[in-house]
Each structure stands twice: as structure tokens, then as C-alpha cells.
């Protein structure tokens, strides 16, 4: 089963608004990472946030940690339609080698 | 820099024949690749780890028979999906982690789009 959930699976918002997105996990992880999709298109890797981290900023987006609930969130802040696309963490477990990402939120900004 | 290509960018075949994808690293050589595939509006599954001059590791659930991995170089992986049927209609994409890389480092392809008719 897949290690990432997230919510909600979908939002829609208004441009100039703030986004939250919500991962949790299951496994203790080396490092959490969030990417955007495009409707059909590859991945676009956003920011990674290691496990002793707690808080991570990239441009408008926000990033935080909690080790301790398992999970994390994305925010991206002053949302433009250009930022609509599918979003999904990834995690790394403790010596997998390998991700594995979360259902995805599918996030809508209206102009 | 770190740019991963597919090809072919999409792909319609007929069933019961077979179709291959290709992934390559084109500034940057990949020990490790990774592929994946999407159905419509979920989350990527891991399908197999391809790793360059030996077997590919497949996740469990995951036919090894019918997606043929072969990493016969650096800088190239490829997915066979063999006597393909219309339920292997999916978006296939695959990463790359750089030789030497840290665990948590890899690049995506933008995908490959299978329609089995």
C-alpha cells in the first residue's frame, strides 16, 4: 500500500489565496519531498525537507515536518492559476532507497 | 542540467503486441532508475528499481515477464510492456538517480502515455 496519504484529494480556491495541503505516513523517514503534476505531464520537484527539519521555505511555498505525527504540510501562499496542477509528497523510509508517494491533491485556483 | 527524456512521448497499440519506452539521462549518468506508472487521477506506483548491468528489483504484485527492464547502459533504461492489453493502458513514467547520488535524489521524465486498443 502506498506509505503517503494525503488530504484533502481535491481543492479549489480563488487566485490570492492560500493553499494547504496535508501528507501523512506510515514508516519513519529519511527525508519527505513534495512535487507538482501537470494534467499529464512528469514531475516537477517543488522542496525536499529532511526528518530533523521542522520548517522549510521556497518562494511562496511552506513547507513543515512533524516527525512525531507522521506527517506534514504544503502551503503555498498568494495561489495563482498557474498553480493549478496535482501535488504529491514522496517519502523516503529509513534505508529503502526508494520513494513512495501519497494519493495526491488536486488543487484548482480560479481566476 | 539533470534532465531525464522519454520516449516516446505517447503511444497507441494495438493488443497483444508489445511496446517499448525508453528513458535516458541526458547530462548525467543514472546507476539507479526508477519506473512508475499512473492510472487517471491517482498517485504513482512504483513498478521496479532498473539497475545498469543487472536484474531489475520488482515491486511486489508487479509481472517481471510481462514489463521486460533492461539497463544496459548509464544513461539508458527501457520498459518493454509485452503482448500488451488494453487494462496496461497507463501513463509510464520513470527517474533517475545520479551515479554517486544521495538516496532521496532523483529526476523525472515527463512521461510516456500507453493507449492499448
Known amino acids: 500500500s502506498q506509505q503517503g496519504e494525503e488530504d484533502p484529494q481535491a481543492l479549489s480556491i480563488q487566485e490570492g489565496e492560500n493553499a494547504t495541503m496535508n501528507c501523512s505516513y506510515k514508516t519513519s523517514i529519511n527525508n519527505l519531498q513534495w512535487y507538482r503534476q501537470n494534467s499529464g505531464r512528469g514531475l516537477v520537484h517543488l522542496i525536499l525537507?529532511?526528518?530533523?527539519?521542522r520548517e522549510k521555505h521556497s518562494g511562496r511555498l511552506r513547507v513543515t515536518l512533524d516527525t512525531s505525527k507522521k506527517s506534514s504540510s504544503l502551503l503555498i501562499t498568494a495561489s495563482r492559476a498557474a498553480d493549478t496542477a496535482s501535488y504529491f509528497c514522496a517519502t523516503d523510509p529509513l534505508l529503502a532507497g526508494k520513494s513512495t508517494f501519497g494519493d495526491g491533491t488536486t488543487l484548482t485556483v480560479k481566476p | 542540467g539533470a534532465v531525464v527524456s522519454q520516449h516516446p512521448s505517447w503511444v497507441i497499440c494495438k493488443s497483444g503486441t508489445s511496446v517499448k519506452i525508453e528513458c535516458r539521462s541526458l547530462d548525467f549518468q543514472a546507476t539507479t532508475m526508477f519506473w512508475y506508472r499512473q492510472f487517471p487521477k491517482q498517485s504513482l506506483m512504483l513498478m521496479a528499481t532498473?539497475?545498469?548491468?543487472?536484474?531489475?528489483?520488482?515491486e511486489q504484485g508487479v509481472e517481471k515477464d510481462k514489463f521486460l527492464i533492461n539497463h544496459a547502459s548509464l544513461t539508458l533504461s527501457t520498459l518493454t510492456v509485452t503482448s500488451a492489453h488494453p487494462e496496461d493502458s497507463s501513463f509510464y513514467i520513470c527517474s533517475a538517480r545520479p551515479t554517486g547520488g544521495i538516496s532521496y535524489e532523483q529526476y523525472f521524465g515527463p512521461g510516456t502515455r500507453l493507449t492499448v486498443t
Open positions: 525537507i529532511r526528518s530533523n527539519e
Open positions: 532498473s539497475n545498469e548491468g543487472s536484474k531489475a528489483t520488482y
